[in-house]
């Protein structure tokens, strides 16, 4: 089984995923997680999936996504470690400048 590990900013971007989700759907918000966790798991089977944004940062990471969300990886620390979940519509290269 292919390890993953979350960083404590993926872990809050999760639960406001989900509250947000479930504020109108309980059982979506679930689903989604639960889509989220297979992406975390195929990523860290294959840890170089993904694709690098230069033109958000200078990190050494990789992005994969997944609906509307972008699941930024630390594709060379074992076990891989989710850094973030983040909307597409987010500032993302404000939020990344701050990790």
Not at 22 to 38: C, S
Not at 52 to 65: G, H
Not at 93 to 99: C, P
């Amino acid at each position: 089984m292919s390890r993953f590990k979350l960083s404590t900013p993926a872990r809050q971007d999760l639960r406001e995923i989900r509250d947000y989700i479930a504020q109108d759907n309980i059982p979506a918000a679930r689903n989604f997680l639960a889509k989220l966790t297979q992406a975390f798991r195929s990523i860290a089977a294959m840890p170089g999936k993904g694709h690098a944004r230069k033109d958000l940062t200078d990190l050494p990471v990789r992005f994969w996504p997944v609906g509307s969300y972008l699941i930024v990886h630390d594709p060379e620390k074992r076990p891989l470690e989710i850094l973030r979940v983040l909307h597409g519509a987010r500032d993302v290269e404000a939020i990344l400048e701050n990790q």
